[in-house]
C-alpha cells in the first residue's frame, strides 16, 4: 500500500518541468501559482496504449494529476456505452509548458485558445497575461460548462465561449496569439484570419502517416503564415478533423520479400517528409514481440503490411510498399534531415510542408 509521502505533489511536478528546462520566463511562477488538481474532475481515465483505464482512488487520482501524463476526462463525446474513446483531457504538462512557450507571448497581448477543455491552459493564461486578455472556445456544452465553474472556482474569469472553434470568434478582433489545444488535420485559413500580421499561432498538427508534430506559424503582412515544426505531439483531434485509421482494403494480399525495416519509418523527420510526398496515405504501427509491424492504406484501395524480417503483404491498385521505400531513399538522399528542418505554409489555397526552407516545398510524388 502507498502511503502519503509517495504521492506525487505538484510543487514536485513544477520543479521537475523546470529542471527539464521547460518553464522559462515567467512561466514557473505562473504553473507555481496554478495547481492542476483544480481543474481535474472526480471521475478520470489514464489514457493507455490500447484503451482508458478508470483511475480508482485518491492516492492513485493524486498520482496522475501530479504527474507528467494526459488526464482523460470524457469518453466518446460524453455517451454512455461507447467504445472508450478519449475525447476530452488535461493534456501532458510539459506539452502544455511547450505550447505556451511556443507561443511567445508578452505582456498586454490578447491570446485565443481553442479547445478549453478542462480550463487549465485557460487559467495559465489569465495567471500570465489577465483575464481580459485570454479568449478559450469549447465545443462540448458539457465541457465548457466545468471548465467556466473550475476557472471561476480558482479565482479566473477569461472570455468564454460555446461553440465551433474552427470558426472564428464573432466581433473578436484579430488577437496576437492563438493556441489550438486539439489537434487539426489542416490549419483553417479562416483561423489565420483571427490573428494579427506578425502574429503567432502555434498548434499539434495531425498527419495522416501516424505523426503528429506541433507546429508553429507566423502570420505574414499578405495573411498567410509559414513556420517550423517543433517536435511531436499527440493530441485529439479537433471534432470536424477525426479520420478512421485507415481506409478499407481492395483486392488479395501479394506477397513479397523483405525489404525496409519498418521501424525506420517511425522517424519523425522521415514522416513528415512521407506525409508530403504520398498525401493521403494513412500510416499506422504496433510494437510487436518481433519488432514493429506497420500498416499503410489509401482511398483507392492500395494497402500494405510489413513487419521487422517478414515478407511484405500488398493489396489492391499499385505497389504501395514499394511507394513507401522509394520515399524512404528519397528521404535518405536529403541526408535525413531532423523534423525541426521540416516547416509549413498556410494560404488562402491550402497548406504545404517545406524543407529547410518556405521555398523548397516538398511536392506529391505520383502513385
Ligand atoms: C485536449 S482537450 C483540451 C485541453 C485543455 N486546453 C485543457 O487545458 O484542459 C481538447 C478539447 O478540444 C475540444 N474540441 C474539439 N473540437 C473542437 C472544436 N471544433 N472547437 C472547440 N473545441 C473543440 C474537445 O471537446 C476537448 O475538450
Redesign the pocket.
Known sequence: MSTAQEVPTYPALVQELADRGLLTGRWRQVFDAVPRSG?VPADVWRQLPDRCEPVVGTDDWLALVNSDEPVVTQLDDGAEGGPGIA?????MPSMVARMLELLEVQDSQQVL??????????ALLCERLGDDLVHS????PV?ARQAAEALAQAGYRPHLRVG???QPWPGLGPVDRLIA??ALRHIPYALLRQVRPGGIVVAPLAREFWSGALVQLHVQDDGTATGPFRGGAT??P???HRLPDLHDVRGKGRARAAGLDPARLLDLGFALYAGARLPGVRLIHQDTDNGVQVWATREDGAAATAAGGEEVWQYGPGFLWEEIEQAWWEYETEGRPDADRFGLTVTDRGQHVWLRDPHEVIRPGRP
Open positions: 481543474f475525447t476530452s483531457s488535461n493534456s485558445e481553442i479547445g478549453t477543455g478542462t480550463g487549465y491552459v485557460s472556445v469549447e465545443l462540448d465541457v465551433d472553434g474552427e489545444t486539439c493530441y485529439m479537433m471534432r470536424a
